[in-house]
């Protein structure tokens, strides 16, 4: 880690509770330890990478073979996608799922209150990002480890003109098998299926996953709860400001093709992404902000 850097983040600190050290290759990581949980955020792409409530497992799935580089997402935890979702629908050349999950952010505060520690780091548009997207904008992430896990992804329009956007909180959620696991929420939920050429479908009853699934549910605010009998918990996602839910698994084939994902290790995650995506995407006026949270709680099944 740069010294120089490591120090103007040192100053946020507080001593034993949430500490700024060198995460894996080197990429600087705020690391949280409190009687409530164990956490930790990278300031590379604003990354959650665990959190782990205390008398409870790891929440988050985080890949064996992630990358640990500037120039690469890191594979699991909670990826933030800004300003388009998957792949820039004007340029297939643009990375996916946007620029801010590779880009370096800046800490603004940690802060403690009672049982929760918040994280809070921000980006802005430089010419990194004009080099994809002409707009001016600031993001400000505030990511608070306690009992529960709380995201609150805010975009401010400092620019002149229209900012429109997709957004999305892509949190892989760890399970002890996928085959077994079931998504309760979304009954009665129009979704566009991903391996089924964006075709619109009705989900009846429980989401169960039995192959490749990457779904948009569109115009839905609800809970989703992850029901887990292996692990035995119910993870539950709350969510505000957020009207489509993703939910992605590659199953075998697909994951076969990424290298930054062990083997098998399909098999132990969930994406569930609260988001505003495609139809959904926010337009802001100038000077205008938005602000999406996903709040997620674990229980015991
Ligand atoms: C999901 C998308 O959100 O992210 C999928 O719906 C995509 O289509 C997945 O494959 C992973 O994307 P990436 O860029 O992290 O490999």
């Known amino acids: 880690m740069n010294t120089e850097v490591a120090e103007s983040h040192r100053q946020f600190e507080i001593a034993g509770v949430a500490e700024v050290v060198e ?17 930790e955020i990278y300031l590379h792409g604003a990354h959650i990478t665990s959190w782990k409530p205390s008398g409870e497992e790891e929440v988050l799935f985080l890949s064996s073979q992630s990358r640990w580089d500037e120039g ?16 820039k629908s004007d340029d297939p050349t643009a990375p996916a799922h946007g620029f801010v999950r590779t880009k370096a952010w800046q800490l603004e505060s940690i802060s403690q209150v009672e049982r929760a520690v918040t994280v809070s780091m921000f980006t802005e548009s430089d010419e990194s990002t004009k080099r994809w997207w002409p707009a001016d904008f600031r993001l400000v992430y505030r990511a608070t480890f306690g009992p529960e896990l709380g995201l609150e ?9 229209r900012l429109p956007f997709e957004e999305a909180l892509h949190a892989y959620h760890r399970v002890g098998n996928i085959r077994d696991a079931r998504l ?21 009853g429980e989401v169960a996953i039995i192959a490749e699934t990457d779904r948009i ?8 709860e992850l029901h887990d009998p292996v692990m035995h918990r119910v993870t539950r996602v709350v969510k505000e400001n957020s009207r489509t839910t993703v939910v992605w698994n590659p199953w075998v084939q697909k994951a076969r093709g990424m290298s930054d994902l062990g083997d ?10 609260s988001s505003n995506v495609s139809s959904f995407a926010v337009d802001l006026a100038p000077g205008q902000q938005h602000t999406m949270k ?6 015991k099944l």
């Open 23 to 39: 995460g894996n290759g080197g990429l600087p990581k705020v690391q949280i330890t409190t009687p409530e949980c164990i956490g």
């Open 72 to 87: 690469h997402a890191i594979r699991g935890g909670v990826p933030i996608s800004f300003p388009w979702f998957a792949s």
């Open 153 to 161: 992804l805010q975009v401010i329009n400092t620019g002149r003109t």
């Open 184 to 204: 309760r929420g979304l009954h009665g939920v129009q979704y566009s299926d991903k391996t089924d050429s964006n075709c619109k479908k009705m989900q009846r």
């Open 217 to 224: 549910y569109l115009d839905t605010t609800g809970a989703v």
């Open 264 to 273: 098998n290790e399909w098999t132990q995650m969930v994406c569930i992404e």
């Open 294 to 299: 996903a709040l997620v709680r674990v229980s």
